[in-house]
């Protein structure tokens, strides 16, 4: 799938190209899709750069919760769930709790926590594979889950929307809640239904329920707070929780007589291990997607798709923040450029600029998600990986649209 995947950018941005050199007598797209070719290159190694540093901390300290047993103690709880969403997982093994601690990572928003947590359980989950080329079930739940991006506290979009003058950053707040709960159900039910999960069984049941109605009411709650109530409570909490679980980790470690200097340095030489063997996965992937970038394929994808929603006399105020959903799936860092463009062609609390940030905050950037997980433990099969997270990335966008209409359509 990736094979096919990765030929399929470069094919259809030759394709573009040469539409834009023959119909529209653009020959300088050659020119940058090749400075496309190499900036990504770069973009690449920067992104290698912080993935050193932040993988080497944050394996550091969960080598310390390994040995306190937290993460034993995570999977021990969470074990009759497991069972039944990845069976041909041991019950008890160590990737179940540095899964869970990556779910709640990303619910709260530590995306520096979140990747070396995410990477850690990605290669405990490796051990069980018998084909090390190809992804597992559990490997494509687990890594289609975290593509769908669940988060309860998206401080990070709070942030661009006050940069560009925003009178209340925190007004895309319940959109996107209910955007990113919407791309996580889909993810969940995609995958299930592909693996044949038992979803409705009564074990399941009972781990979920619980948890959909604790955050039900953790979102009632946030829904009263005033914007600068709300934007005060994210930083904090999102701050408490990171150095709380180090302290955590570390203060656990000492009461069970963990020597957690040698163990923090035993992690940290893992992590860079790690780090350093994602690169030419990220080379490969991204400059793919620059290359399709910078053919002009976007841009067609986009006329298209507003051609045809004028020819159906629809509302068309939605496809001015589709640059935001298109770019998404491919590339952080170009989302987040496009969200900006957006908020300052349109205004910052323009329609376009409101979906644009629901979209951002609702779902994840797929295809990087693909090369650093996989690429980690050297998966080149990814199977159904790849539709289902797509599917959710779709369902997430979707729905951001449509929450947008409701909250915002009458502005």
């Known amino acids: 799938m990736l094979n ?7 094919i259809i941005a030759a394709v573009a190209a040469l539409a834009q050199w023959l119909v529209g007598g653009q020959s300088q797209v050659f020119a940058g899709m090749v400075q496309a070719l190499f900036a990504m290159a770069k973009l690449s190694v920067e992104v290698m750069v912080l993935l050193f540093g932040t993988l080497t901390l944050w394996l550091g300290f969960l080598r310390i919760a390994e040995k306190a047993g937290v993460v034993q103690w995570l999977a021990w709880a969470l074990g009759p769930l497991f069972a039944k969403l990845m069976p041909e997982v041991p ?35 490796q051990t069980l594979n018998p084909r090390p080329d190809t992804a597992t079930n ?11 991006s669940l988060t309860l506290l998206p401080v990070t979009i709070f942030m661009y929307r006050m940069q560009q003058g925003a009178p209340d950053p925190t007004l895309v707040f319940l959109p996107i809640l209910l955007a990113t709960s919407a791309s996580t159900l889909v993810a969940l039910l995609a995958v299930g239904l592909v693996q044949r999960l038992k979803l409705w069984h009564p074990v399941v049941l009972a781990y979920l329920l619980p948890v959909a109605l604790l955050l039900g009411g953790f979102m009632a709650l946030l829904a009263t707070l005033s914007s600068a109530a709300l934007a005060s409570l994210s930083s904090l909490l999102g701050n408490l929780t990171l150095f709380g679980l180090i302290m955590l980790f570390v203060g656990l470690g000492a009461w069970r007589k963990v020597p957690v200097y040698d163990s923090f340095i035993e992690g940290a030489k893992e992590g860079f291990d790690v780090a350093k063997g994602l690169l030419p996965y990220l080379v490969a992937m991204l400059c793919a997607v620059g290359v399709f970038r910078a053919s002009g394929a976007l841009d067609y994808a986009l006329s298209g798709i507003r051609w045809l929603v004028d020819l159906g006399g629809w509302d068309a105020r939605f496809v001015d923040a589709l640059p935001t959903a298109l770019v998404k799936p491919f590339s952080g860092s170009a989302a987040r450029a496009m969200l900006i463009e957006t908020m300052q062609s349109q205004g910052v609390d323009s329609f376009a600029a409101l979906a644009a940030a629901t979209i951002q905050g609702s779902t994840e950037t797929t295809f990087y998600v693909l090369a650093v997980y996989f690429g980690a433990v050297g998966i080149q099969r990814a199977r159904h990986a790849v539709g289902c997270a797509l599917i959710a990335e779709f369902a997430g966008v979707v729905a951001a649209i449509a929450v947008c209409y409701q909250f915002f359509g009458g502005m």
Not at 4 to 10: E, I, Q
Not at 96 to 106: D, E, K, Q, R, Y
Not at 138 to 148: C, M
């Open 4 to 10: 096919a995947l990765w030929l399929g950018f470069f």
């Open 91 to 125: 019950r008890g093994h160590p990737a179940l709790g540095l899964i869970t601690l990556n779910f709640a990572a990303n619910a709260l928003g530590l995306d520096n926590a979140a990747t070396p947590m995410g990477l850690k359980a990605m290669r405990e989950l």
């Open 138 to 148: 559990a490997q494509i739940l687990f890594l289609v889950l975290n593509a769908s």
